[in-house]
């Protein structure tokens, strides 16, 4: 039996991988300081340190009683690092490089998750890890500093750049969230949505089930050179046919109105998903209504 560190997994992808680990018959140990995660994420079987990954000692004291660790936290939105961008570079950037120092001394292997914000707009086409990175946001330059930094364990390292990742779990209340559990969310209570600009910037969102078992694979795969893997499905959608898809699903009339385009938001984003194939055997299995079918059932039992 093994022991994780999760760092962030109180938040909605580190919650689910928490589960998936324990389900597996490991041990989770959680490092969040629950400024967006939520403790009810985590099964009650993983234990929660409350703190923050800016505290380099604390966290490295919590490695040394692991076997690997998976760094989850992060201010984990383009739009919310952006409004905060010395606490969002303490965060994400320090948080990184500490998780690093403690995997170094403690000789263990690190997944770190970046984020496909690290190639800036690479066009329509299905982006490769071997794309140029350009980003466009502090997130996006955070996540590639952070992915250098990491580098340097050498064979321990490997680095997942998920796409935009949906699913039960992921909580629409802060206007950081994520585009889907927002829109079913103003869907289902009869509000109306605000689609950023016109529509026909497009994204490959990949459900939370599959980036976990992503996840799994790369911490159960063989240290022998650093990896580098997209977290993608290798599909995109237009923000505006998300929109059709989502109100089809809800089974009602969505009300929609344009504002005005982000700032500094990406155009396109699809990612080529056959280096984690081949490395990792790893291939995206939920469709996407199927996914917004199980986001919208738990988002309802939320409401009642
Ligand atoms: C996502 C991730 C981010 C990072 C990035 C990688 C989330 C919350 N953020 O950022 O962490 O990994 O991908 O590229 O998953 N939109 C609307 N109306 C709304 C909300 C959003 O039109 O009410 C648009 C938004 O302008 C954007 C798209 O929907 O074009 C997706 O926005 P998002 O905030 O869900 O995610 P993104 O791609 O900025």
Request: proline share 6%; charged share 20%; glycine share 12%.
């Amino acid at each position: 039996m093994a022991r994780y560190l999760i760092t962030g997994g109180c938040g909605f992808i580190g919650g689910h991988l928490a589960r998936a680990l324990v389900q597996a018959g490991n041990r989770v140990t959680v490092l969040d300081d629950l400024s967006s995660g939520r403790e009810g994420n985590l099964p009650p079987e993983a234990d929660l340190e409350r703190g923050c990954v800016t505290d380099g000692a604390r966290l490295a004291a919590i490695a040394g009683q692991c076997d690997g660790i998976v760094h989850l936290a992060a201010i984990a939105s383009v739009e919310a690092a952006a409004a905060d961008p010395r606490r969002a570079e303490a965060v994400n950037l320090g948080g990184a490089r500490n998780a690093v120092e403690a995997a170094r001394t403690e000789k263990l292997p690190l997944v770190y998750a970046s984020s496909a914000a690290v190639y800036g707009d690479a066009g329509p086409r299905p982006i490769a890890e071997t794309h140029i990175c350009a980003p466009l946001s502090a997130y996006g330059r955070h996540k590639l500093e952070s992915e250098s930094a990491v580098l340097t364990l050498g064979p321990r390292a490997t680095i997942i750049r998920p796409f935009n990742v949906y699913g039960p779990r992921q909580h629409p209340a802060s206007p950081y969230s994520g585009v889907i559990a927002r829109f079913i969310s103003a869907c289902l209570a009869g509000e109306t949505i605000t689609v950023n600009g016109e529509g026909l910037q497009s994204r490959d969102f990949i459900y939370v089930g599959d980036i976990v078992r992503l996840f799994l694979a790369a911490m159960s795969r063989a240290p022998e050179a650093p990896l580098t893997v997209n977290g993608c499905t290798g599909q995109a959608i237009s923000i505006l046919k998300l929109t059709r898809a989502i109100g089809e699903a809800c089974g009602t009339d969505l009300k929609l109105r344009h504002g005005p385009a982000r700032p500094g938001d990406i155009l396109h984003s699809r990612g080529n998903p056959r280096h984690a194939h081949e490395t990792l055997g790893f291939q995206a299995e939920v469709r996407l209504g199927d996914g917004l079918a199980d986001t919208i059932a738990w988002l309802r039992e939320e409401d009642q």
